[in-house]
């Protein structure tokens, strides 16, 4: 269709066309943008790599941290309770409910006198 294939030969050679093209339009121009052009690619090579640095180092620290807060929620949410060791679970026991020792008190709490508000009528 366009001239060019398998049919018609291979293609020309696309870096020498590609210099020929390149040279014809800088034999075009004149001095001055010629040395605008030489400036402006010197700049362009010599300035620093800052700028990625600038945005990069902080968007690396957003990332870090929210990776540290996303797996510190997720150890914390996927966290299941721990059994209870048998020490623990017979010290529970013995909190909820009353030894011998503590029969002794609650006996001698029961025997106590208690004071009683004689205007009331003898109420606590």
């Keep these: 269709m366009n001239g060019q294939g398998p049919e018609h030969g291979p293609p020309p050679d696309a870096l020498a066309t590609s210099r020929e093209l390149f040279e014809s339009a800088v034999g075009q121009l ?11 690619r010197r700049h362009a090579q010599a300035a620093p790599a800052a700028p990625v640095a600038r945005w990069l180092v902080p968007a690396g620290a957003a990332a870090m941290a929210l990776l540290v807060a996303t797996l510190t929620w997720w150890q914390w949410r996927g ?11 017979a010290a529970a026991s013995v909190d909820r409910f009353p030894n011998e020792d503590d029969a002794e008190l609650y006996a001698w709490l029961g025997e106590a006198p208690v004071a009683t508000d004689v205007a009331r009528g003898g109420a606590l």
């Design 79 to 89: 966290a299941e309770p721990a059994a209870e060791p048998a020490s623990m679970a």
């Design 30 to 40: 004149d001095t001055a943008t010629g040395n605008r052009l030489r400036l402006m």
